[in-house]
C-alpha cells in the first residue's frame, strides 16, 4: 500500500488542499484496491466529480467546510453545530495517551512520540452517521494495528477499550449528564487489527479541527459513526468486552458491533438509505451499503455471526 506521508513532516508541510484532492483518484480506496487504484485516473480531469455506478464505492470527498461544521461530538453540545462553535476551547497540546491492560509496554505516551514513530498517510473513507447521513473524509492516519504492534498485546487481550478526555472545564457539556462521562468506546481485538481501523490525526492533510476530534481519533470506517471515539487518552487491552457509551444510553438500539447494516434497521428508523452530507436539499438519498461498502475488506471477521442479533 501506498504511504504518502512520512512522519517526518510536520502537518504543516503536507500537501495543500487542492494538491491532495487531485490526487484522490489515485488513492481511490486506500488500503482497499493497493495499486490496482491507480486505475481510478480514468475518472479523467483531476478534480471534477467522477461518474459512479450505482452501488459502487464513491469516494469523492466532502469539503472541509461539510466536514468541519456537521458535527457529533456531545462533549461540546448536542446539535450538529454546537462542536464547530465550542470545540475551540479545548487545548490539545500537550497530549498523551495512556495504553495499559494487557500489554507488554504499559505506559503513558506522548501524542508527538507515538506520531513521530507512525507511518502516517491519507485515507479517504466513507463515514456513515447511525442518524443516515454520510461523507467521505480525506483522514491523516496509521493504522491501529502498527501502534497496538509497537505496545506488544498479550495473548489473553480480546478487546480493546477506548477513552476520551474528561474536562469539564474545557468541554462544558461534561458538566451535564446527557452522557455518562467520558465517552468511551470498544472494538473486538481483530476489528482493531484489521487494516482498514486507523487513528486519525488529521484531514486533508492538515491538523483535525477540534470538532472532528483533535488531536487522535479512531476511525472504522465499516460502522456507525458513533464507534469513531474523538480525543482519545486511553487504549486499553481487556479481556471481557467494554461498556461502550451508546450502548449504555440505549441497549435496544446501539449494540457493540454497529456494522453499517442496511437490512437491519434502527429500532426508530430505516438503515437502507443515507443523505450524502453538502448534497443539496433536492438530493437523492443514496443506497447505504453492507459494511457501509467495505464488505470485502471484514465480512470475514463476522462469519457464523447473526448480524441481526448482533447489531
Ligand atoms: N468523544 C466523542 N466521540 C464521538 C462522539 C461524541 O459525542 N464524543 N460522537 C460520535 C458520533 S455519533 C459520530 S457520527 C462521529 C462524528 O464524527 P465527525 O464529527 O468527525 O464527523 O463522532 C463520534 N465520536
Ligand atoms: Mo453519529
Redesign the pocket.
Known sequence: MAKRFKSDLKHSDVTPQKHFLNRRNLIIGAGVLGAGAVAGTAFGTLGAKPAVAEGALDLTPNTLKE?SS??????FGASKTD?AKYAHTLTTDPWSVKIDGLVEKPGTYDLADILKNADLEERIYR?R???AWS?V?PWLGFELASLLNRVGVQSKAKYVAFE?LFRPDEMPAQKTSV?DW??V?GLRLDEAMNPLTILASGLYGKELPK???APL?LVVPWK????????IVRISLVEEMPPT??NTVGPNEYGFYSNVNPEVDHRRWSQASERLIGGGIFAKRQPTLKFNGYEEQVADLYTGMDLAKNY
Not at 456507525?224 to 480525543?231: A, C, H, N, P, T
Open positions: 466536514i456537521y458535527n457529533n461530538y456531545y462533549e462542536p463515514f452517521c447511525v442518524e461523507m473524509v476520551t452522557l467520558p465517552y468506546e470538532q472532528n476530534g481519533r456507525y459513526g458513533f464507534k469513531s471515539i474523538k480525543s457509551t451508546w
